[in-house]
């Protein structure tokens, strides 16, 4: 059984920055990683992804250029790095895994079997 944690929400005001981390146990072998998050009234969107491999990283629109995602295969933990942040970036963040590749729909949450249970980022003006 996969299971994973995310950490490293927290509040910071608008220009900030935070890193989140999501640990991975369980199935990890040939598996893909991305982050997404849900405010409040909102669906859930995509926001960042990393290929199996780590070479390739993908973004969502409203984040490219300010968050960097990454993971350590040692670790089996994916990080993701929020610059500049934006009250609306303030959102819960959720960690997900998927045991297939497909670089087409690495931003679609329906694609993902396992979810983390979330961190909290909240962004203040």
């Known amino acids: 059984q996969v299971h994973l944690v995310e950490s490293g929400g927290g509040s910071v005001q608008a220009g900030g920055s935070l890193r989140l981390s999501c640990a991975a146990s369980?199935?990890?072998?040939?598996?893909?990683l991305a982050w997404f998050r849900q405010a409040p009234g909102k669906e859930r969107e995509g926001v960042a992804a990393?290929?199996?491999?780590?070479?390739?990283?993908y973004y969502s629109d409203s984040v490219k250029g300010r968050f960097t995602i990454s993971q350590d295969n040692a670790k089996n933990t994916v990080y993701l790095e929020m610059n500049d942040l934006k009250p609306e970036d303030t959102a819960m963040y959720y960690c997900?895994?998927?045991?297939?590749?497909?670089?087409?729909?690495?931003?679609?949450?329906?694609?993902?079997?396992?979810w983390g249970q979330g961190t909290q980022v909240t962004v203040s003006s």
């Open positions: 997900a895994l998927r045991t297939t590749w497909d670089p087409l729909s690495v931003l679609s949450q329906a694609q993902y079997n396992y």
């Open positions: 369980g199935y990890t072998y040939r598996r893909q």
């Open positions: 990393i290929s199996p491999g780590g070479s390739d990283t």
